[in-house]
């Protein structure tokens, strides 16, 4: 696997973590200190980090 | 900021290690200083930290999404753009490390680790020097070992910071 396919599933990997904590959380929404903190993990935040997160990953490989 | 093919020790093992220690020492002085007991009770909390066991996965996230935001959307695009394309990689790492420090400067100031310094004095400086370390210690990370390493480096340190604290 060339390096940049690896770089991309290790950046994919990271996100699916995320996605992982975004179902955990939505199942228990009483773990989070504050509704700021739960809202950091609905969707929104995560997909618009991760997209620029992905455009910032052609610009490190 | 292509990084050489380096094995699982250098982008997990010892990130991790590194970030487990820094960790370690910042629950060490607040043991001493009880700087997070004032803050809870400023907050009206019983504790700074997510109960187990939902802090294992959330504090795991949520390192991930915060490197992800503080360094990883802005570095690689503001060295790219100054480093390579504008100065030809003339500068690079000069480039690299000015960016970088501003960019580690975020958390600290944005968290209020000055306003806790001049509100309550010695007793916020350790706190705010372990932010600052776990800061430029990922930007030191993303330069030599990649976006992984920085992540473990920060997982290692939550996990003794706010899983294990969160426990005592």
């Known amino acids: ?61 | 900021m292509g990084h050489p093919d380096l094995g699982l020790n250098a982008k997990i093992t010892w990130p991790l290690a590194l970030g487990a220690v820094l960790g370690a020492v910042d629950l060490g002085t607040d043991l001493y200083t009880h700087w997070t007991r004032t803050m809870a009770a400023e907050m009206h909390l019983p504790s700074i930290h997510i109960a187990w066991p939902l802090s294992v996965p959330i504090y795991f996230g949520g390192a991930i999404l915060v490197t992800i935001i503080y360094f990883f959307v802005l570095l690689p695009f503001l060295y790219w753009a100054i480093a390579v394309k504008w100065l030809k990689g003339r500068g690079e790492a000069a480039v690299y490390w000015t960016v970088g420090s501003l960019l580690a400067l975020v958390e600290p100031l944005t968290q209020g680790d000055i306003q806790a310094i001049q509100q309550h004095g010695a007793a916020a400086v350790p706190s705010a020097v372990c932010d600052l370390l776990l800061n430029f210690g990922q930007v030191w990370l993303l330069r030599r070992s990649g976006l992984v390493a920085a992540c473990a480096f920060r997982i290692g340190y939550y996990a003794v910071w706010h899983v294990v604290y969160g426990l005592i």
């Open chain 1, 1 to 61: 696997m060339s390096k940049a396919w690896r770089s991309a599933a290790a950046y994919v990997a990271l996100v699916l973590c995320l996605v992982g904590v975004h179902f955990v959380l939505a199942d228990n929404p009483e773990a989070a200190r504050s509704a700021a903190q739960a809202a950091v993990f609905e969707w929104k935040v995560p997909g618009i980090v991760c997209g620029l997160g992905l455009v910032s990953l052609l610009f490190s490989i």
